[in-house]
């Protein structure tokens, strides 16, 4: 799928926008409607704390790729684990586990 930068978006990337109410969005893609030019984003930080955690449906118009190299920290990391844990994805929790434990180690 592709957005107006003519960046192709697949699930799992992250993204940042501005949803339909003039929110602040960075989450990550669940899910796409090809269709409807729709991605479903669940939302890991908003300047509205009530859609933190929620999968909300964005336009492709309305969002833009995150680059891959912008590291995570570790609340993001803390926020990506528990949701490992609530879907039951043993590899990326172990994953994430890793570079969490490796943040707090660089950090001593």
């Given at each position: 799928?592709?957005?107006?930068?003519?960046?192709?978006?697949?699930?799992?990337?992250?993204?940042?926008?501005?949803?339909?109410?003039g929110e602040?969005?960075?989450?990550?893609?669940?899910?796409?409607?090809?269709?409807q030019e729709a991605v479903y984003v669940v939302v890991a930080e908003s300047d509205n704390e009530e859609l933190i955690g929620k999968t909300?449906?964005?336009?492709?118009?309305?969002?833009e790729s995150i680059p891959d190299?912008?590291?995570k920290?570790?609340?993001?990391?803390?926020?990506l684990i528990d949701?490992?844990?609530?879907t039951g994805d043993k590899e990326w929790f172990k994953?994430?586990?890793?570079?969490l434990n490796g943040k707090k180690q660089s950090v001593n």
């Open positions: 799928m592709m957005n107006d930068h003519k960046t192709i978006l697949k699930n799992s990337d992250w993204v940042k926008g501005i949803s339909r109410h602040l969005i960075i989450g990550f893609i669940d899910s796409m409607n090809i269709f909300i449906p964005m336009s492709l118009t309305q969002v190299n912008e590291t920290d570790a609340g993001q990391l803390e926020f949701l490992a844990l609530s994953e994430l586990s890793a570079e």
